[in-house]
């Protein structure tokens, strides 16, 4: 067995870690395979983060296919018997025969397994497939200028209902590029951590036009939007990682990191998580770098005040919840979103953690001395939410 080596002319599609190609043998209309772009020959191999990009992958060539040869049911099978790397092959199975560009297809094994006859198209043909195919695919990728026009839409109304969430986020979001400024320069290689949709980067970028940032997120309906807000513009690369794996770090680049953000996200994680993320910080960071974190972080040195505007905050929970609620909702009812939806289903089991992690200042401030940081305080405060800052 050797690698898969593709031909150029089969190639409709790609992003960062999956090859969309059709199969030369079309022996069934619209067979294709999804490659691993790695070198890698055991799909146990595959990691979180291939399997949520291949999953969107699928949804969206599953999308295209029933859009160009309405496809009664699809199988999908790695087989890996001849070509030694990682593939998927996509295969449309039909009930009845199809007729495309004077062609016609049959599935004579309908209702049992794929068949294995051989038909090569002409090279006419098979360029005709795929430049539909990659037109086709092209309407749902996010580097569009339909992409970028419902990254705007989506991007104004997640900062709408965040800050309805959050009356103060203009200010946290500011005050966070301030430090940036402050402590790391006019040309900053920063890190927005758990960036949902990039707001905070896009705010970096307005402030240090030379800056480079690096977003990264779990969730494949923002990032999603962040990548569509971003795309074509070199400064920035949005990243899917899960700051609950040890691993995350590793999908950042090289080089020294002046600054990492992040805002109103870590609440999400537990304890422990915080604690050895904080590790990884403070091995990442260069030293005299810069951590800041803007969150909710209750009021404990006056604790009358403290509880008065937390149980105000409370209070307030179930508007907070439904507004939040309401917004994924409209995601979810979103054409444009939809492969990215069910992706996120596979990442999340509901739009919100189940339990939050929400200590007070004193604790980060601990626990980022614990984890190697040269000094670490409360910078900005308004209310309940404030601001951490840490030099490493
Ligand atoms: C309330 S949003 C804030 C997003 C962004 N920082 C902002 O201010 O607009 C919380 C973010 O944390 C992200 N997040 C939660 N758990 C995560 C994890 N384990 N790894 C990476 N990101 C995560 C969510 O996907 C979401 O984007």
Redesign the pocket.
């Known amino acids: 067995m050797s690698g898969l080596a593709l031909m150029p002319e089969t190639v409709v599609g790609a992003d960062e870690l999956w090859t969309v190609a059709l199969n030369r043998n079309q022996n069934l209309l619209g067979k294709t395979m999804l490659v691993l772009n790695r070198a890698c020959t055991a799909v146990a191999e595959v990691n979180p983060e291939e399997w949520t990009a291949l999953l969107c992958q699928i949804q969206r060539l599953s999308r295209v296919l029933d859009s160009l040869f309405s496809p009664d049911q699809f199988n999908f099978a790695f087989l890996m018997n001849q070509d030694a790397q990682v593939h998927l092959h996509v295969v449309p199975r039909y009930a009845g025969p199809r007729h495309w560009e004077g062609l016609s297809f049959d599935d004579p094994h309908w209702g049992g397994s794929f068949g294995y006859e051989q038909r090569f198209l002409s090279a006419d043909h098979l360029g005709r497939l795929a430049q539909s195919l990659r037109a086709a695919l092209e309407e749902t990728d996010v580097s569009t200028p339909a992409a970028s026009q419902w990254a705007q839409r989506w991007q104004a109304s997640?900062g709408r209902m965040?800050e309805a969430l959050a009356p103060a986020?203009q200010w946290q979001?500011g005050g966070l590029v301030e430090l940036v400024e402050a402590l790391a320069g006019p040309t900053p290689r920063v890190v927005?951590?758990?960036?949902?949709?990039g707001?905070?980067a896009i705010r970096l970028l307005e402030r240090f036009p030379g800056a480079a940032v690096e977003a990264?997120?779990?969730?494949p309906v923002?990032l999603a939007i962040a990548k569509a807000t971003f795309a074509g513009d070199q400064r920035v690369r949005v990243i899917t990682?899960?700051?609950?794996s040890p691993g995350?770090a590793e999908a950042l680049g090289d080089g020294e990191i002046d600054a990492v953000v992040?805002?109103?996200?870590l609440h999400?994680?537990a304890e422990p998580?915080v604690r050895r993320l904080y590790r990884d910080l403070a091995g990442l960071i260069r030293p005299g770098g810069l951590f800041a974190h803007a969150e909710i972080m209750p009021i404990t040195d006056a604790p009358h005040i403290g509880e008065a505007l937390a149980s105000q905050r409370r209070a307030g929970g179930a508007d907070t919840r439904a507004r939040w609620d309401e917004w994924w909702s409209d995601v979810e009812a979103d054409p444009d979103l939809r492969p990215f939806w069910s992706a996120r289903e596979a990442v999340?089991s509901s739009t919100y953690?189940a339990t939050e992690f929400s200590p007070p200042a004193a604790w980060h401030r601990e626990a980022l001395l614990e984890a190697g940081f040269q000094e670490a305080g409360v910078v900005f405060r308004s209310g309940g939410a404030a601001t951490v800052a840490a030099i490493r």
């Open positions: 997640w965040e986020r979001l927005d951590l758990a960036c949902g949709t707001s905070l990264l997120d779990v969730d923002l990682g899960d700051l609950r995350w992040t805002s109103t996200a999400w994680l998580v999340f953690p």
